[in-house]
C-alpha cells in the first residue's frame, strides 16, 4: 500500500493543483491524505476545502482549520517577532471572514487522528498514524532536532512500534527520522514552506515491506499564488514569503 501525505496547504490553490498532478503522474493508483491546516495565509480556503471534497481526501485537522471551527481567538501559531504576530492575525482575521458555513463545518467535523493500517485491521501491524503537529496537540512543532526521547514519548501515545509509521506537518520543514524502528515523517508544507525551497511539498509512504519514505518537491505556478494574495488584499509578505520559501 502506498500513500501520498499532504500538509499545511493552507489555501494556496495552485500548489495543492500542482501537487494532486505530480501524485498522479508519479504514483497513479496511491491513497492521498491530507495532514491538515488547509486554511490560512492565502485566498482560497472555501477552493482548497472544496477541492478536497470532490477529489475524496481524507485527513486531519490542523490548528488553522479547528482555532476558525471554533472561533478560538487567535489560530495557535507561534510567532517568532511582534510582526509575525501581527501579520498571523492579519490572516487569521481574513480566513474567518472569508470561509463560508459550508467551509467552516467540514473543517469542524475533521478527526485530531486518522489510524491507517495498510494490511488491514484484522492482522498486526503496521499501522500509519496521521495527525497536524503531534499525538498529544495540533499546536506542538514537531521539529528535526527534537531528541529521541521526545519521538519516542510521542510514539508511546498513540501506542506506536517498529515498523509503524507516525505522520504529521505543522513545522512546514519536511523530515524523515528512525527512531527505535518507528518512522517519524514531517510531511513539510504544500502551501507555505519555511525551508528556504519554494516548491510545495509532499512525502510518501511506500508500506508493501519496511516502511519506505520519498520527500518530494514540486514546482507550481507560484506567480498566481502570489497575485491572489495581492489582489485579495492580504499582507504582500505572505506572497514574498511564498517566493522565498519563508526566507522573506
Ligand atoms: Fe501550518
Redesign the pocket.
Known amino acids: 500500500m502506498r500513500y501520498a501525505l499532504i500538509a499545511?496547504i493552507?489555501a494556496n490553490l495552485p500548489a495543492l493543483r500542482a501537487v494532486i498532478d505530480d501524485i498522479r503522474e508519479r504514483w497513479g493508483a496511491i491513497a492521498v491524505y491530507h495532514l491538515g491546516?488547509l486554511v490560512g495565509y492565502a485566498p482560497w480556503p472555501n477552493e482548497t476545502v472544496a477541492l478536497l471534497e470532490e477529489l475524496g481526501i481524507p485527513g486531519v485537522a490542523?490548528n488553522?482549520d479547528s482555532t476558525v471551527a471554533t472561533d478560538y481567538k487567535h489560530c495557535g501559531c507561534k510567532y517568532e517577532d511582534p510582526r509575525q504576530e501581527e501579520l498571523s492575525h492579519v490572516s487569521y482575521a481574513w480566513t474567518r471572514e472569508h470561509v463560508t458555513p459550508a467551509t467552516r463545518r467540514y473543517l469542524a467535523a475533521l478527526p485530531f487522528r486518522v489510524d491507517l493500517r495498510p494490511r488491514g485491521g484484522h492482522v498486526a501491524g503496521p499501522a500509519v498514524m496521521l495527525v497536524h503537529g503531534a499525538p498529544t496537540l495540533n499546536t506542538l512543532y514537531w521539529t528535526e532536532d527534537r531528541s529521541d526521547e521526545f519521538c519516542l514519548q510521542m510514539a508511546q501515545r498513540v501506542g506506536a512500534k517498529a515498523g509503524d509509521v507516525i505522520a504529521f506537518?505543522?513545522t512546514?520543514k519536511p523530515w524523515h527520522r528512525v527512531v527505535g524502528g518507528i518512522h517519524f515523517v514531517n510531511a513539510g508544507?504544500v502551501g507555505?514552506p519555511k525551508d528556504g525551497d519554494w516548491r510545495a511539498s509532499y512525502a510518501a509512504v511506500d508500506t508493501t515491506g519496511a516502511p519506505a519514505v520519498e520527500m518530494v518537491r514540486v514546482e507550481y505556478d507560484v506567480d498566481a499564488a502570489m497575485a491572489g494574495i495581492r489582489s485579495a488584499g492580504l499582507p504582500g509578505d505572505f506572497a514574498e514569503h511564498l517566493r522565498t520559501g519563508g526566507r522573506a
Open positions: 499545511d493552507h491546516d490542523g488553522s506537518g505543522h512546514h508544507s507555505r
